[in-house]
């Protein structure tokens, strides 16, 4: 198989895995959207600062999880932090972070399945970015 072929079937693999990431994400929101409605009409209000807490204390306990882990992270340690990740209800104002801290696991799943050192430091960069951004995931 020549290399452009090879490139051409990463690059679809990629987009494939990344829409499916959107799609979701996506879910999520309309899911939480749902529930948020429910809970407005059962209680006459939606108890947002409980939801932003929660998520805000389940990242933080992902992205330090997987900072334990470090370099020596097997395949299915990723792969559980990025379910779980994807399990959470995501307030609005954190939907980008949690598309960022999403594909940086994926860039590590890469790293750890094919060895591209590249996909390492970008997956590092990106969660290193989002503690910058964000303070309380330290």
Known sequence: MS???KISIATILLIT????LISWISFNARLLD???RANKQKNGQVDLVKLDVAYRQQVRTIVSRLA???DSAAEHQVLEL???LLDL???GKFKQLH????FALNQRLEFIQRGDQEKKVASDAAINKAKTE???LN
Request: glycine content about 8%.
């Open 3 to 5: 290399s452009n072929a």
């Open 17 to 20: 895995a990344f829409t499916g």
């Open 34 to 36: 749902q529930i948020a």
């Open 68 to 70: 334990e882990i470090g």
């Open 82 to 84: 990025r379910r779980e």
């Open 89 to 91: 209800f995501v307030p």
């Open 99 to 102: 598309v960022e801290l999403v």
């Open 134 to 136: 964000y303070s309380w």
